[in-house]
Nanobody
Framework: QVQLVESGGGLVQPGGSLRLSCAAS????????IGWFRQAPGKEREGVSC????????YYADSVKGRVIISRDNAKNTVYLQMNSLKPEDTAVYYC????????????????????WGQGTQVTVSS
């Protein structure tokens, strides 16, 4: 049974850091690209980052570039999203998602088909 569970969210002050985790089960993480998305109330879901299944290439949205690092630990079947220098506009529910097709790259991550999503973890950046 495919499952993705996000964790690591919480309340942090502007300029602070959080590391989000996406724990995957029911499939081999090595074979799939994983995307991170976020959605704030009243806003559309937006892509944040993506890490490929093959060479580990990464993609970052302009809004988080330079402040976010995505990584994966295949042995733990977990993808991480390290977020630094957090801003109030980063406040959202963050989701991770699995690509449907194995071997996907993150060259055009928002054009990929994602078939499983986690429940999300809340990130609140406020003083």
């Amino acid at each position: 049974q495919v499952q993705l569970v996000e964790s690591g969210g919480g309340l942090v002050q502007p300029g602070g850091s959080l590391r989000l985790s996406c724990a995957a089960s029911g499939f081999t993480l090595d074979y799939y690209a994983i995307g991170w998305f976020r959605q704030a109330p009243g806003k559309e879901r937006e892509g944040v980052s993506c890490i490929s299944s093959s060479d580990g290439s990464t993609y970052y949205a302009d809004s988080v570039k330079g402040r976010v690092i995505i990584s994966r630990d295949n042995a733990k079947n977990t993808v991480y999203l390290q977020m630094n220098s957090l801003k109030p506009e980063d406040t959202a529910v963050y989701y991770c998602a699995k690509t449907y097709y194995s071997g996907s790259s993150c060259a055009r991550p928002w054009e990929l088909e994602y078939d499983y999503w986690g429940q999300g973890t809340q990130v609140t950046v406020s003083s």
